[in-house]
């Protein structure tokens, strides 16, 4: 069975400061990878994802996450965070095999907190 | 496009009640999900449909909760009679095909409290 791990409940930033938020998965089959954010009273926003060819993806508002096979990890960063980045950030997976959506397992997430 | 819809935002209920929560998924997409999502067990998929038939039911936690697709553009998650531990937030998402090169949209949720 698949599952997901986000290693940190919580990262508190400051702002302009560099961040990474870890995840790493647990599967027996190819994955496909996914990073979701969640905006206070909001649904989940796709943000990247890795489906294949090139380990290193970029998402939008300068996001970016590498996907790490031996080490199944597909962390998330951001060289310098804002404000407006303080949201819920979830990592979510699927396997190549499944019939689809239904098939996307999502990580406990990870509260971003950017303080001036 | 308005994205996917979800009515009530705010649903406060006493335990034994009726609660219903409406959706309405982006026109064009044919998959639509049912999610809940609590402190304790983060992000549950709980039911989910196809072009309107449901396809996977085995997150709905007991027979006190049922979920509809009358039509292509509304669905309803109903929970019958309710009970404290349903207090969650309960979104519902919809994507355009079994495709991951369209994402997943989720709407803005609806959040529950049963006393």
């Known amino acids: 069975a698949q599952s997901v791990t986000q290693l940190d409940s919580q990262v508190p930033v400051f702002e302009e400061a560099p961040v990474e938020l870890r995840c790493n998965y647990s599967?027996?089959?190819?994955?496909?990878l996914f990073w979701y954010v969640q905006y206070p009273n909001q649904g989940l926003q796709l943000l990247l994802k890795y489906l294949s060819g090139s380990t290193l993806v970029k998402g939008i508002n300068g996001f970016e996450a590498e996907f790490n096979k031996s080490q199944t990890s597909f962390h998330l960063r951001k060289p310098s965070v804002h404000i407006s980045d303080t949201a819920e950030y979830f990592c979510?997976?699927?396997?190549?095999?499944?019939?689809?959506?239904?098939?996307?397992?999502f990580g406990a997430g990870t509260r971003l907190a950017v303080h001036p | 496009d308005a994205g996917v819809i979800q009515s009530p935002r705010h649903e406060v209920t006493e335990m034994g009640q009726e609660v219903t929560l409406r959706c309405k998924p982006i026109?064009?997409?044919?998959?639509l999900f049912w999610y809940r999502q609590t402190m304790m067990r983060g992000l549950e998929l709980l039911i989910y449909?196809?072009?309107?038939?449901?396809?996977?039911d085995s997150g709905m936690p007991e027979d006190r909760f049922s979920a509809k697709m009358p039509n292509a553009s509304f669905s309803t998650l109903k929970i019958q009679p309710s009970e404290p531990r349903d207090s969650a937030v309960y979104f519902c998402a919809s994507g355009e095909m079994s495709s991951y090169n369209s994402p997943l949209h989720f709407g803005n949720g609806t959040r529950l409290t049963v006393t």
């Open positions: 026109s064009g997409h044919d998959y």
């Open positions: 599967s027996s089959v190819s994955v496909y």
């Open positions: 979510a997976v699927s396997d190549l095999g499944g019939g689809g959506y239904n098939k996307l397992i």
């Open positions: 449909f196809n072009n309107n038939v449901p396809i996977d």
